[in-house]
Each structure stands twice: as structure tokens, then as C-alpha cells.
């Protein structure tokens, strides 16, 4: 009698697990959302031609590392020109009894010049300014580029997060820091499972985006809240997720 209730409770704890574990696999997580990493858009502080630019979509690359060139000939004759002219008030100090403080007001001015040029040559050198990956490249070799444009797009696709919405009923039970499980649709049918930490929740309601499921479909005001991982290659930006607040 003993065995068969012994055998009665283990078959029904197996059954709660399996059912439980199904219930997440089939989708019944706590909120969905789409998987985005920061960008940045690097534009060009110069105008003139691009004399070389060797970047790849696709490839990662370093802090510091150099992308590409602007034609510097420009700011180079003109670097000649004001040190030209600083030569030229020098010696003319020389030949003014009592003129100095005038021709010190003039080299300060030149120099101030000299240095908005050096600044300027130097951000001509297409440097990555953060480690990673070029997803676009907005201009080609030979093409001209000029203040404002937009050259290329970096992003931090080592450190991805996904942006979820989640009921006003949920929001009280999320809280920052908060470890949370990240579903991934794998092959053959698997789900992929990554571990991740909320990092920001709005304070601000919004009408739910019409790309974006919630737990309860109908519901219209949803919060946002993002939880951050580390991206093991997996997730894409743009990709469907789902996610279980532990």
C-alpha cells in the first residue's frame, strides 16, 4: 500500500515538472519583444573626397582602429598658409618698439586657428570608436563626403538585450537587476535558453506596439522594459524572443 501511494506521488511530481516545463516551451512566457543592440552612427566632421575606406560589413573591429581616409589636401595648405603667417608676425615684432602686445594678440589668433585645423585633420582618419561589429557602410571609396553624412554603423552585438512589454499587473513584480530567462527559437524546433538581468523598465505606460505580443493580447497599456545579455553569436538584432522573469 505504502509502495503504490510512494509510486502515485512520484509519478505526480513528474507530471507537474514535465507540465510546467512544456507549458514555458510552448510559448506561455512573460512577455515577447525583439532583440536590439546599441548603434552607433558615425558621421563625418569634414567635407572631401573619401581617399580610401577599407571597412567590411559583417567584421568586427577594435576601439582606434582605422576605417578610412577624407582628402586632407585642403586642411594641409591650409595648416601652410597660418603657419605662414605666424612666421610673418613674429618677425614682425622685431621691428615695432612697443608692439608687442599687439603682435601677441595676433599669434594668440593664429594659434587658436591652428588648432581647429590640427582637430580637423586628424577626424579625417576614419577611427571605430567603440569595439564592434559594422553592420552598414553608407559611402564607398572616391565618393565625396561632407559634414553631417553618414559614413558607417557600428554595434555591440557581444552585449545584446531585448526590449519586452509587460502588463501593468506584471510591472510590480520586475524589478532592475532581476535575472531573467531569454528564449531563443533554435533549430530543429529547440529553443535556444540565455540568462539575463533587467536593466531598465519605463516609467512611462504605452499603447502596445502592433509588432509585439503580451501575455494577455488584448491588453493596450504595456511598460517597457529591457534585459540585457551576453550574446553568445545567437541572436540577431530584429529576432523574436521571449522572456521569463525568475
Same mark, same amino acid.
Request: charged share 25%.
Given at each position: 500500500?505504502?509502495? =503504490? &501511494?510512494y509510486?502515485? @506521488?512520484i509519478?505526480l511530481? @513528474?507530471?507537474?515538472?514535465?507540465? #510546467?516545463?512544456c507549458?514555458h516551451k510552448?510559448?506561455?512566457?512573460d512577455?515577447?519583444?525583439v532583440?536590439e543592440?546599441?548603434?552607433i552612427?558615425?558621421?563625418?566632421e569634414?567635407?572631401g573626397?573619401i @581617399?580610401?575606406?577599407?571597412a567590411e560589413?559583417?567584421?568586427i573591429?577594435?576601439k582606434?582602429?582605422l576605417l =578610412?581616409c577624407?582628402?586632407t589636401?585642403?586642411?594641409?595648405?591650409?595648416?601652410?598658409q597660418i603657419e !605662414?603667417s605666424?612666421?610673418?608676425? !613674429?618677425?614682425k615684432?622685431?621691428? &615695432?618698439?612697443?608692439?608687442k602686445?599687439?603682435v %601677441?594678440?595676433?599669434l594668440?589668433?593664429?594659434? #587658436?586657428q591652428?588648432?581647429?585645423i590640427?582637430?580637423?585633420f586628424q577626424?579625417?582618419?576614419?577611427?571605430a570608436?567603440? *569595439?564592434g561589429t559594422? *553592420?552598414?557602410k #553608407?559611402?564607398e571609396?572616391?565618393?565625396?563626403? #561632407?559634414?553631417?553624412?553618414?559614413?558607417y554603423k557600428?554595434?555591440? @552585438?557581444?552585449q545584446m538585450y531585448?526590449r519586452?512589454?509587460?502588463?501593468?499587473?506584471q510591472l510590480s513584480?520586475?524589478?532592475?537587476?532581476?535575472?531573467?530567462d531569454?528564449?531563443?527559437?533554435?533549430?530543429n524546433g529547440e529553443?535556444?535558453?540565455?540568462?539575463?538581468?533587467?536593466?531598465?523598465?519605463s516609467?512611462k505606460?504605452?499603447?502596445?506596439? %502592433?509588432m509585439i505580443q503580451t501575455?494577455k493580447e488584448?491588453v493596450n497599456?504595456v511598460y517597457?522594459?529591457?534585459?540585457v545579455?551576453q550574446?553568445d553569436?545567437s541572436?540577431? &538584432?530584429g529576432?523574436?524572443?521571449?522572456v521569463?522573469?525568475?
Amino acid at each position: 500500500m505504502k509502495r =503504490g &501511494i510512494y509510486n502515485y @506521488l512520484i509519478v505526480l511530481l @513528474l507530471s507537474v515538472f514535465f507540465g #510546467y516545463s512544456c507549458q514555458h516551451k510552448n510559448g506561455n512566457a512573460d512577455a515577447y519583444g525583439v532583440f536590439e543592440a546599441t548603434e552607433i552612427t558615425v558621421s563625418s566632421e569634414n567635407n572631401g573626397k573619401i @581617399l580610401f575606406f577599407d571597412a567590411e560589413e559583417g567584421k568586427i573591429y577594435q576601439k582606434g582602429d582605422l576605417l =578610412g581616409c577624407i582628402d586632407t589636401m585642403q586642411l594641409y595648405l591650409q595648416m601652410m598658409q597660418i603657419e !605662414s603667417s605666424m612666421k610673418a608676425v !613674429s618677425d614682425k615684432v622685431k621691428g &615695432i618698439p612697443g608692439g608687442k602686445e599687439k603682435v %601677441k594678440n595676433e599669434l594668440e589668433s593664429l594659434r #587658436y586657428q591652428k588648432m581647429q585645423i590640427e582637430k580637423s585633420f586628424q577626424s579625417c582618419f576614419l577611427r571605430a570608436p567603440i *569595439t564592434g561589429t559594422l *553592420t552598414k557602410k #553608407y559611402l564607398e571609396p572616391f565618393e565625396l563626403a #561632407y559634414q553631417g553624412k553618414p559614413l558607417y554603423k557600428l554595434a555591440n @552585438l557581444s552585449q545584446m538585450y531585448i526590449r519586452v512589454y509587460v502588463t501593468e499587473d506584471q510591472l510590480s513584480q520586475i524589478k532592475l537587476g532581476q535575472n531573467a530567462d531569454i528564449h531563443i527559437d533554435g533549430t530543429n524546433g529547440e529553443t535556444k535558453n540565455m540568462m539575463g538581468k533587467v536593466s531598465w523598465i519605463s516609467s512611462k505606460a504605452e499603447f502596445t506596439p %502592433k509588432m509585439i505580443q503580451t501575455k494577455k493580447e488584448r491588453v493596450n497599456l504595456v511598460y517597457a522594459v529591457k534585459v540585457v545579455f551576453q550574446n553568445d553569436g545567437s541572436a540577431k &538584432i530584429g529576432m523574436p524572443g521571449d522572456v521569463i522573469f525568475k
